[in-house]
């Protein structure tokens, strides 16, 4: 899986009827698509409460989580009064951006945002109840993360492929795992892969890998054989 592919998948990824595109290189998901899935959704079922984003990353009773969600992944080492300064001095947006967990391209029309995974997550959490129970569902179904440790786990398979003595044929290792996951071959299939296929992938990659690395499989034919019986 290349690092900088947008994920979107038809099946799993659609909120409201509006597709939330995250980008695999820094798992960074779409507040743009956020909001425009609220929208969907306020006009569809009558919420009378206009949900922002904006107001929602930017409000007083939202600090202190978002604090604690960056402290917990190690992505800031201050103090909480400190960030707090900060925030208070510069304003949340900004003080994301400067700790690369927020991200805005484009102008006008063309411009779209996107944050950290779980700060994403708290905002969905906080427009709207219905909103609430699509995401607590998205996070129990863990798309995302078995997404992720796909590529992780062909990662891996490929640093264990390097230690076989022959050239590998990469091109046909990739066609031969998405056959035997997907049922076929086509350019993008893992992006738009469901829950099970994912894990069905990842839980592939780390096995053969492992074959490899404990002197199992010694050959590219092995390899090949292995996935194609497993």
Avoid at 130 to 147: E, G, H, P, Q, S
Avoid at 148 to 161: D, H, M, R, T
């Amino acid at each position: 899986m290349k690092t900088n592919v947008i994920m979107e998948s038809v099946k799993d990824r659609e909120l409201f009827g509006v597709i939330i595109h995250q980008n695999t290189k820094d798992s960074m998901l779409s507040l743009t698509d956020l909001q425009e899935a609220y929208t969907h959704a306020r006009v569809l079922n009558g919420w009378k409460t206009k949900g922002e984003i904006q107001h929602i990353i930017n409000g007083q009773e939202n600090a202190e989580r978002i604090y604690y969600v960056l402290f917990e992944q190690k992505l800031i080492n201050c103090e909480y009064s400190q960030f707090m300064d900060m925030v208070k001095k510069n304003g949340m947006v900004k003080v994301l951006k400067e700790f690369g967990v927020y991200r805005t391209t484009g102008r006008g029309e063309n411009k779209k945002s996107v944050c950290n995974p779980y700060i994403w997550v708290l905002v969905a959490m906080e427009l709207n109840p219905m909103m609430y129970a699509k995401v607590v569902t998205w996070l129990t179904d863990t798309l995302i993360l078995n997404r992720i440790e796909a590529g992780n786990f062909y990662k891996e398979l490929s640093s264990a492929l390097y230690k076989l003595p022959e050239k590998i044929d990469y091109p046909k290792l990739a066609e031969t795992l998405n056959i035997k996951v997907f049922g076929k071959h086509e350019l993008g299939i893992r992006n738009k892969g469901s829950k099970e296929e994912l894990e069905k992938l990842y839980i592939l990659e780390a096995n053969i890998a492992f074959a490899i690395n404990k002197g199992y499989l010694k050959t590219q034919n092995d390899v090949i054989k292995a996935i194609s019986e497993y």
